[in-house]
């Protein structure tokens, strides 16, 4: 099939690599000239395992394309797919200006028989706009349908060919029938492809994020609880998962959720509801919950050091917003940085992938570490942001030799609190007995 995808972003880059891998011939479009060029040479800008080698072998046997030429991409496209970002806008809602304009320039270039496909989370209702706005621009009923992406930063690839299922949102057999051929070589008996209304679809992706981020909000406040109840979080999260109703997915205490999706989409379905008129009293203590356990560890901290952090060195292990991502966007640890400035405190701080990212926001105000243990060097404090795999098995006793203090804050609960005390730490985690 030839498809067009308009936004190379991180669903754009990883959907058109996908498709061109199973046979198909893929242009994707961009408006950042410098970064189309890198893209042509196989450069790929966010890190995200396997895709540049996928991106690289269709760029050489010419299945995969990039252009800055938005019409000579959708000229012959039988599917056009719609990646551009909808970031979130001032009132909470998400901003698809960038859309709109995209679906202005495509649709003198739209053949007609193509389907036009919204893989950006979108606003519900979004879709049958984009009919409507192309039935004024191009006077014809133009096939309009919503794909949305379930994609986890960090196993997009294997998440797009081995998807949980395909959600369509369509309003004719013949949309739905172009879109299962192209998702064919990825679907299984247990990755069903589910046929719905657009507004259904648009809605599966608002739901999902919102109620993954409900569970950890959730189990964040239970973490809290235990920590001045006396219990155990993680055995607490054994507990109830093996109850198959509940399960364990999802369940793991920390320092808030962050990246591209929750807490945009948790705060656009909210203006959705408030928009209407309905209170969305969940949405809003899930957000709620879930900006206070951003400070968790601020509270620590302060609590250790009774309020006096000037002056101190501290050091950061993680600052991506999770593991295999060099993506910082919401992330914790980003939160932590900033109270520790205005603090007066020293920020050291060690991530495998995000100290470029991290590096364009804080410039020299904070130490970058090549290795973990550079970071340690004359610290008060050690603070574990992100669970990379990296962190999980320290030399204890070099540890110890580079802090100042033995003292560790560790919002994943990478350690074993008795463990850590016979080694002679001070350890602080989430929702565990100890300090
Ligand atoms: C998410 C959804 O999983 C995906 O389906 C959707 O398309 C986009 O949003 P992603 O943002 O890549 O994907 O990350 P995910 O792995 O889902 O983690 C999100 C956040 O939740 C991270 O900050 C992570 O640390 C946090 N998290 C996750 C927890 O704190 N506890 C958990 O048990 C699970």
Redesign the pocket.
Known sequence: MEIAVIGTGYVGLVSGACFADSGNRVTCVDIDAAKVEALCRGEVPIYEPGLEEMVKHNLSVHRLMFTTDLASAVEPAEVVYLAVGTPQGDDGSADLSALWKVVEQIAPHLQKDAVLVTKS?VPVGTNARIYGMLKELTGRDCEVASN?????????ID?FVKPDRVVVGVRSDRAADVLRQLYEPFLRTEHPFLVMTPESAEMT?YV??AL??T??SF??EMANLCERMGGDINDVRRGIGHDSRIGF??????????????PK?VRALSAMATDLGVEPRILLAVDEVNTCQKQVMIEKLDKHFGGKLSGKTIAIWGLA??PR?D?IR???ALVLIDHLLEEGAKVQVHDPEAMDNVRKIYGNKITLCDLEMEALAGADALCIM??WNDYKRPDWDEMASLLRAPVIFDG?NLYEPERMQSRGFTYYSVGRPGV
Do not use: H, Q
């Not at 379930?150 to 196993?155: I, S």
């Not at 793991?252 to 929750?262: A, D, K």
């Open positions: 989370t949305p992406e379930f994609l986890k930063e960090g196993a997009a998440d992706k999902a994020n993954l981020a569970k950890i189990i964040n997915a999802f369940l793991f205490p920390g320092v808030g959720y962050g990246g591209s999706c929750f989409d917003f999770k991502t993506d919401e992330a914790p992100t669970e994943r």
